[in-house]
Structures are given as structure tokens and as C-alpha cells.
């Protein structure tokens, strides 16, 4: 199964940008697509934004849409995410995931648990 490590969180104030990067062990035949999700305690896991690792197809939540922007880089085995204008809302712990054989619309669908640390977003003034 493949693993995630995600960096590039931290604690910022509203309006400020960070850029999440999320490294795959590898990227098997097996796995089409890689997707953001957030964790926030005591509410449900959240779909952010996906990219399919084949084509480059972007499918975007309308929570993150106009601020923030997934990208992927296949010879580092990365997917990162630039988030923008930040606000209080966007607080959590993001991770990425994805399971053999989904594409973007079944993975921002049903959000894969988390199994790798994450990586924590704090947006406060």
C-alpha cells in the first residue's frame, strides 16, 4: 500500500498562504489519483481537492475553489497544494490519500481514512 509523508503546514494568520506537499512512496500502475482531504475533531473528514496522476484532471471542492490550487510533480512522486487567502475555517490536520483503482470522483466521494501523520494547519490571528 502505498504511503504518504505531508509537510508544509504551520500556523498562520488570515489572508497568508502555505504550500502542502504530500510525497508518495511510490505510484503504481494501480493508483489513478491522489486527493486532499482536512480532519477537523469532531467533525466528519473532508474532501479538498484531487489530481489524477495519469492526466492531470483537477476536480476541486467548493470550499477550496479560487483558493487553492493542487498540482503534481510525477518524477518526485508529489502532489502538493498552494492554499491561499487562508481563513480561520481552513484549520485542520490535511493529509492525502487514495486507493487502488479510485479516481477523483470516488475518492472526494468517500474520503480514505488517514493513516500517515498529516500535516497541521492553524490559521489564527
Known sequence: QVKFEESGGGLVQPGESLRLSCVASEFTSDYS????????????????????????????????????????????????????SLQPDDSGLYYCATRPGQVCVQLLTSPPPRWDQGTQVTVSS
Not at 40 to 49: I, K, N, Q
Not at 54 to 64: C, E, K, V
Request: glycine share 6%.
Open 33 to 84: 489519483a491522489v486527493a486532499w482531504f482536512r480532519q477537523v475533531p469532531g467533525r466528519e473528514r473532508e474532501a479538498v481537492s484531487c489530481i489524477m496522476i495519469t492526466d492531470g484532471s483537477i476536480y476541486t471542492r467548493d470550499l477550496a475553489k479560487g483558493r487553492f490550487t493542487i498540482t503534481r510533480d510525477k518524477a518526485r512522486n508529489t502532489v502538493h497544494l498552494q492554499m491561499s
